[in-house]
C-alpha cells in the first residue's frame, strides 16, 4: 500500500509526473494475453536516469516496489504489479543518444521503440536487427532478452546489446559492457541483466551492436503438402548451411486467418516465408539452392518478391498474425506461449503439438521462428467459458514440457515473467536457485519487479 507520506515524498521527485488516475492505473494493469493480476499503485514518469535513482532510493526508503514498464507488449505478466507498488513507465526517456557509426554502435535510451530506432537510422546505412514483430521498446526487450524473425541470421537481443547503464535496488547506477568488440575482464555483467526482466535493477541506457543495411533483399512464400515438409525443408536448409535472413512457418490455419485479415491469397496449405540478405550475386546463389530444396520437399508456388512494397505487404501480414488469428474467432481472448528445441527435434515438436492442440477442442494456430527451432501457439478461448482457459494453459503447459523432453525450453523469447513461473525448477534445476541467491545480493528487499523469474516469487 502506498501511504500518503510515501505518495508525497515521489511528488517531490516527480513532481506532476506521478499519476494515481484511475485510467492511468487500469493501462498499466493490462497484459496482451490471459496472463494477468496486480494492479499498481501508482505510474511514474522519470525523464533522466537521475530521477530513475531517486525512485529506486525512494523505493528502499519506503519498501514500495519499482516494476519497469516499456510498450507493455509483454505476454507472460512481465511488468504487471502483482504485488502493487509503483510503475516506472519510460515513455519520456525514448532518445537517441549517440550513433557511432564506424563502430556499428548506437546509445538509447530505455523507451525507444525499435521502429523508431530504425527511422533514425535510415541515412546511416546502419540498421538495428531485432524484430520481435511488436514495435517494442528497447529496453523492454533488453530485459526480456527479445528474439524474432530476424534472429536466424543476426541473433537475439543478447547478441546484440553492447552494454547497459542500469539503477540497482537504492539507487546505485552501474555501467556494463565496453564499446570493444570482446572482453574478458570478469563476470558479464550484461549478459547477466538481458534477460532479467527487471528483477535485478533498471535499465535507464542500451548500448546496441547495429548491422550494415544489406545490399539486396529477396523474399519468398512457399506452399507444403504437409506441415512435416515444410518443417523438413527449414531443418534441411539449416543444415545446409544457408543463412536465411527470416524463415516463418505458418500452418494452415493461421493462413486462412492472414488471408482473410490482410487480403492476401496464399494457398490453404501450411507456408514458409523465407527472406534472404546480402550482395546480389550472393543472393542470387542462395535462392537458387533455396528453390531446388523446397521443391524436392514438395513446395508448388514459390514465389519471390523483390520489389519493396511487395516484401512489405507479406511482413506486414506477417506481424499482423496475432491479430488475424484473435479475429478468426471474435471476441476470443488467447493463452499465447511459445517454445524453443534444437532444430533436429524442430518437426517431433510441432506435430506432436498440432496433434494435442486438435485433441483439446480449442482452436490454436501455431506459427513461428522455425529457423532458430522457436514457435508458438495462439490458443483461442472464450471469455465467458472459463474451462477453456483452463484447458488452453494446460496445452501450453504441456508444450513447454514437451519441449525440454526434446532438449529445448519452456521460452525462446517471451520469457518468464510469472506466467511460466511454474516450469523454471523443470528446466533450470538447483541452478533456478543460484538465481534467487544472485536476485537475493542485489536486491535483498525484494522491490525490484517482484513476483516474476526467481524462487519464492509464487
Known sequence: MLTKPALSALHSILGDRVSVAAAILSEHAQSESLVSGGSPDAVAFPRTTAEVAALAAWSTAHRVPLIGWGAGTSLEGHALAVAGGVVVDFRDMAAVIEV??????????????????????????????????ANASLGGMAATRASGTTAVRYGTMRDNVRGLEVVLAGGEVIHTGTGAPKTAAGYDLTALFVGSEGTLGLITELTLKLHGQPEAVMTAVAAFPTVGAAVDCVIATMQMGLTPARIEFLDIDTVAACNAYS??????????????????????????????????????????????????????????????????????????????????????????????????????????????????AILMVDPARPEEAVTAKALATRMAQRSLRLGGTITGEHGVGFGK??????????????????????????????????????
Request: net charge negative.
Open 100 to 133: 557511432r557509426p564506424e563502430d556499428r554502435l548506437v546509445r538509447v535510451q530505455p523507451g525507444l521503440t525499435r521502429e523508431a530506432l530504425n527511422r533514425e537510422l535510415r541515412t546511416t546505412g546502419l540498421m538495428f536487427s531485432v524484430d520481435p514483430g
Open 263 to 376: 487480403q492476401l491469397s496464399l494457398p490453404l496449405a501450411p507456408q514458409l516465408l523465407v527472406e534472404f540478405h546480402g550482395h546480389p550475386e550472393g543472393l542470387a546463389e542462395d535462392v537458387a539452392r533455396f528453390r531446388t530444396l523446397a521443391a524436392d520437399f514438395g513446395a508448388e508456388g514459390l514465389d519471390w518478391a523483390e520489389r519493396q512494397e511487395d516484401r512489405t505487404r507479406l511482413w506486414a501480414a506477417r506481424h499482423a498474425a496475432y491479430r488475424a488469428i484473435l479475429a478468426s474467432r471474435p471476441g476470443a481472448k488467447a493463452v499465447v506461449t511459445d517454445v524453443c528445441v534444437p532444430i533436429s527435434a524442430l518437426a517431433q515438436a510441432v506435430e506432436e503439438t498440432r496433434a494435442d492442440i486438435a485433441a483439446s477442442g480449442i482452436p490454436g494456430p501455431i506459427l513461428g521462428h522455425v529457423g532458430d527451432g522457436n514457435f508458438h
Open 421 to 458: 513461473l511454474g516450469l523454471m525448477q523443470a528446466e533450470h534445476g538447483a541452478g533456478w536457485q543460484v538465481m534467487g541467491a544472485v536476485k537475493a545480493a542485489l536486491d535483498p528487499l525484494n522491490l525490484m519487479n517482484p513476483g516474476k523469474v526467481v524462487p519464492g516469487q509464487g
